[in-house]
């Protein structure tokens, strides 16, 4: 099965700039997950969707991040304005419903450096 | 709140001799304990899981891990390193019980298999 895709693989802009990112999951997978990963940390879970809701996004800042589903496929994060505190690679990832069923398929990944 | 703990930034081994790589965890409600693995270059990558049921797991590439309740404990294991399997190891936990929907990830192992 193909994976999950992840555009674009590097960014660069400036702060105060926007940015966009879009992930497509692995077909049939209903939660989605987006993640901000800083040199040198673990992955950190900005927001979680189950189908197009969302179930978590307690880390998300929301004065400058947003993030959506629609139709519960293809996800899009947006950072608008940009900070130089948001160069990271984020992670979107995937995984299936039900039980047991919790371990998450990652896709490549997109760098973003704000200068 | 759940919380991961990786103690080790790095693990050094030579080549054919065991490995281990270290991880602790706290949640309130059972736990859902995941490893997975970075290669450079290369979006992280599920390994193994423990979601109940037999207390020492299998998983990819040979590696295994060992669920201790009582330590709060699951270290990875591998009984001969292989340089090829030099990469960066995370763990992560999620919490069965009333927790909510969030995966914690670890702070990350950088192993190093030595010829």
């Known amino acids: 099965e193909a994976g999950v895709a992840q555009s674009p693989r590097y960014k660069i802009i400036e702060k105060r700039q926007s940015v966009a990112f879009w992930c497509n999951p692995i077909?049939?997978?209903?939660?989605l997950y987006w993640y901000q990963q800083i040199l040198g940390q673990g992955p950190k879970l900005l927001i979680q969707?189950?189908?197009?809701?969302?179930?978590?996004d307690s880390q998300l800042p929301k004065d400058r991040f947003s993030a959506e589903r629609l139709k519960g496929v293809d996800s899009t994060l947006k950072i608008q304005p940009a900070k130089l505190e948001d160069s990271a690679v984020y992670l979107c990832?995937?995984?299936?419903?039900?039980?047991?069923?919790?371990?998450?398929?990652f896709g490549p990944g997109t760098r973003l450096t704000v200068t | 709140a759940q919380s991961v703990a990786q103690p080790e930034d790095q693990v050094n081994v030579a080549e054919g001799n065991p490995l281990t790589v270290k991880c602790t965890y706290s949640?309130?409600?059972?736990?859902?304990l995941f490893w997975y693995v970075q290669y450079p270059n290369r979006g992280l990558q599920f390994l193994l899981k423990?979601?109940?049921?037999?207390?020492l797991v299998k998983g990819s590439y040979g590696f295994e891990a060992e669920f201790n309740k009582s330590q709060t404990s699951f270290h990875l294991k591998k009984p001969s390193a292989l340089v090829s399997d030099s990469a960066l190891y995370f763990c992560a936990v999620r919490d069965g019980g009333t927790g909510g929907f969030k995966t914690i990830f670890g702070a990350g192992t950088r192993l190093f298999v030595k010829a």
């Open positions: 990832a995937s995984s299936r419903s039900g039980t047991n069923s919790y371990e998450q398929y």
């Open positions: 969707f189950q189908n197009n809701g969302v179930v978590d």
């Open positions: 077909s049939g997978h209903a939660t």
């Open positions: 423990y979601i109940t049921g037999d207390n």
């Open positions: 949640v309130s409600g059972n736990p859902y």
